[in-house]
């Protein structure tokens, strides 16, 4: 999308990268923002060829300093033509200036020119940044859980608890996308009316370390549900990492009893609630659906869900 090229969004420019050099900072940016140790996921070389056969390698650049980066290739499900979106990261001293959702925003824009209007990606489901970014802030919506999908990692994520992740689709086109990107969105006043009206799929309590854990695990029940993850995932990897794998195991059983049933997850929000700010995913039942009728709420300790 030529006149996209070089466009500055407050302060940052954004742009495909060309150089060689461009493509090698792009692997130290993974390495520093996911926490890896050798080699990154997307190498300087397949960076160049993904960039010169139909696919995007885009860069958010502060002055000439990459800070962040994404890439994509052409995606088919057998039905449908999307972009795969198979990494996008962002360098920790830029993560609160909102460079991810302009870089994704600009993403949009050139995977429209190319004539696709969905975009399909994978995100860690106990990570609140993500799901605000990818739900709440673009609208997609997850379709899919997917356990242990990569593996063991080298590097901080995860040894201890599996690489879960989520599928969401992002329909990029139409009405509803633009005014979801323009802010339209639920006030916070909206967001504790349906987050009140709604059940708890996990129900948490505060630890000794005085983080929050799991407790119990129900499937979705009613005309809506809830489904908590930690809103600071790596002050728990950091201060009390015995809570990641039970944490990891309840999301688990809550998004895969709640897609399992058909109900549809649709939104994130933060909340603060008694002075504190606490993340849930917030569910539907699916279209032409009945609510299912909850079951009593199992344990949801470590040996509730075992690595797939």
Known sequence: MQEAVGASRSGFRFRRLEKPEEFRAAEELQRRAYGLEGTAP????????????????LGAFADIYLAGFTAGILGWDGVRLYHLSMATAVRPEYQNHAVGFRLLTYLREEVLAQGLPRIVGTFDPLQSRSA?????????????????????????????????????????????????????????????ARWRSSTAVLETAV?????????????????????????????????????LRPWRHAVRDGFRAALDLGWRIDDFVVLTLDHERRGFYLMRPGDGSSPPAARPAAPAGPGSAGPE
């Open 132 to 192: 605000h970014l990818v739900l709440r802030r673009l609208g997609a919506v997850p379709d899919r859980y997917l356990p242990h999908y990569f593996g063991r990692i080298d590097g901080r994520s995860d040894p201890g608890i599996e690489t879960d992740r989520v599928r969401a689709g992002w329909e990029i086109a139409g009405p509803a996308t633009e005014a979801r990107l323009g802010g339209a969105l639920p006030t916070g006043e909206e967001d504790l």
């Open 207 to 243: 630890s000794e370390e005085g983080f929050r854990r799991p407790t119990a695990v129900a499937e979705p029940s009613g005309a809506g549900a809830h489904l908590e993850i930690p809103f600071d995932l790596e002050a728990i990897r950091e201060h009390a990492p015995a809570l």
């Open 42 to 57: 997307l190498g300087a070389t397949f960076q160049r060829t993904i960039q010169d056969h139909g696919g995007l390698v």
